[in-house]
Each structure stands twice: as C-alpha cells, then as structure tokens.
C-alpha cells in the first residue's frame, strides 16, 4: 500500500504518513504507559521539577568531563535547545574546580547561510549561545582548550575527524515537533525517495552534512528563537549525522515540553521501546542504538485528548 502524503508538507516526508494505527496508539499512551516502555537498551526517567530537570542534564555534562585523562580524553556532544542547562554546567565548573583541558565539546548544529556556516556574531548562532551560556562563564584556569570545542562548519572535514579518538560519553538532545534530534529532519519527497522514505539503513548512513530544513523546523525555531518572523530563521543547517551519534556511547533526549507537543512525546518513545525505526521520524532511528535515555519533565507529559480553551 502506497505510504500517505503529508498533512504538514505535502513535498516532504514526516509523522503524519506513517501508519494510522501507530499514531493512534501512540496518542493513547498514559504516564504509566510511557514508563512501561523502559526496556534494555532504552530508559524512560521523569523529573518532577525544572530544577531537577535541568540539574540533571547539567550533570552529564560535568560526569562526561570527570571522565576525561590525557589519555583517554573525553566529552558530550550538546544541543542548542535546550539551554537551561548550560550555565548550570559551568557554575558546577567552577565550584569543583574541574580542570577541562583533556575534556571535548562536540556542537550538534550551526545555521547554514550563503555557502557558509553563520559566524558568531549572527543572533542565532548555536555556537555564540553555547560560548556565552556556558564556555564563557568558566574560570579562566578551568577553560576547556579551543581546539577541544568543535562546532559544525560548512566543510565538514575537520569536524568529522575530531571524533575518531575521543570518546563521546554522551550525545544530549532536544526534540523537535518534526521529531528529530539535531537537524536530522526528514528527507524531501522526491527523486529516489518520491514514494518511499529512505530505509533506516539508509538514513543511518548520513554523516555530518548540510541539510535542508522541513517546514515545520522552520516555523518552530521562528516560535522558540525569533519571535515568529519566518522570514528571518535560515532553512539549511549543518547537523552532526547518525554516524557520530552511534558513536556516542549513550544518547540523552531532554523533553520539557517546550520544543516538542504530548502526542510527539509519546509517539516517538513507543517507536524507540518497540523497535520501529522509520526514518519519516528520525528520532526513532534511535531504535537501533544500544543505550538510549528519554528524560521527561512530568508536568508537561499532559494528554492527547481533545479539548477546546
């Protein structure tokens, strides 16, 4: 049977082609389902507070760095989205007086304009809000080398190499309301992929690239970062790419509720517990990793059914 066509952007893949009977089931989960979907290799944690939250998430960053030995150096790969975590990281630095000069940082993503990745001066350049929410804060005895922070350029070269002989303890993430990680978006509906998406297989191939960005992503980071002007969020990005992210010895999803909706939440958490990996929602490629985290703030988990305000 012929998959369906988008009900978001009819040009592209996404959730909405999928197979009815998994959104609905998806859309029935509760939160005792959703802890239920725990299984080896895929942790569902919850968190009854921000505070502990975005504490925890700081600590990842602080128990990826401890790891790290002259030989043996050591990092986390880091989103831009959320944030809230960041200056948590550094002021966690600074008081254990941890010493990051054999500790790495991997950028998840950069804008991509006019043949180039955006410098830091752009207003929504990933890499100037992780310098200044967190590398920045950090006392000047502590700094993490410059050679050891890699944020994704245009030529990808460089950043690809800087992840053969570090270890990448583990790779932090958002989700998106077209279900990615990173800008690993969904692929146009065109060429080969015009009537199927690409395998998961296929998909799991792509390394650190530029990539064109779905509708939704676009409209979504004017509503998170530009106050709804469209107009001004760029539609192609540089994405680190499910080759490094398998490298990541743990992958950690961090959901607030802020980026991503209670059916999206749900749905992409059943296909990673149940092993359906689709790349029309990359997030649940992740099925094929051998340790991943979902992290829930409770409170916002909410419900899918339908009701008016």
């Not at 978001?8 to 959730?15: C, H, N, T, V």
């Not at 197979?19 to 509760?30: P, V």
């Not at 978006?185 to 064109?212: A, F, M």
Request: aromatic share 10%; glycine share 6%; charged share 25%.
């Amino acid at each position: 049977m012929a998959r369906k066509i988008s009900m978001l952007a009819p040009e592209w893949w996404d959730y909405t082609t999928l197979d009815d009977e998994i959104l609905n089931d998806a859309a029935k989960l509760t939160v005792q389902d959703l802890a239920g979907l725990s299984r080896e290799g895929f942790q569902v944690v919850f968190y009854d507070t921000l505070e502990d939250f975005y504490l925890a998430e700081a600590l990842e960053y602080v128990t990826a760095w401890r790891q790290a030995t002259a030989d043996n150096p050591a990092g986390i790969c880091g989103p831009i989205g959320p944030t809230e975590q960041l200056p948590l990281a550094a002021r966690i630095v600074n008081e254990l007086k941890l010493n990051l000069k054999d500790a790495h940082f991997w950028g998840m993503d950069e804008w991509y304009m006019d043949g180039k990745e955006v410098p830091q001066s752009h207003p929504l350049s990933f890499a100037k809000a992780d310098m200044e929410l967190c590398f920045n804060r950090i006392d000047d005895e502590l700094k993490m080398p410059e050679s050891n922070i890699h944020f994704p350029r245009a030529d990808v070269t460089e950043y690809i190499k800087s992840w053969e002989g570090v270890r990448c303890v583990v790779m932090q993430g958002g989700q998106g309301d077209i279900k990615h990680w990173a800008f690993n978006d969904p692929v146009k509906r065109e060429g080969k992929y015009k009537d199927e998406p690409p395998t998961p297989e296929e998909y799991c191939r792509l390394t650190t690239r530029v990539v064109d960005l779905h509708p939704v992503t676009v409209m979504q980071n004017a509503r998170t970062s530009g106050g709804g002007v469209v107009t001004g969020v760029p539609t192609k990005a540089i994405t680190v790419g499910p080759v490094e992210t398998f490298k990541a010895e743990k992958v950690s999803i961090w959901q607030a509720g802020t980026h991503d909706n209670p059916f999206g939440m749900r749905l992409t958490a059943l296909m990673i517990s149940n092993k359906i990996p689709d790349s029309s929602v990359p997030m649940s490629l992740l099925a094929g990793h051998s340790n991943v985290q979902f992290n829930f703030y409770r409170p916002a988990i909410g419900t899918c059914e339908a009701e008016m305000h």
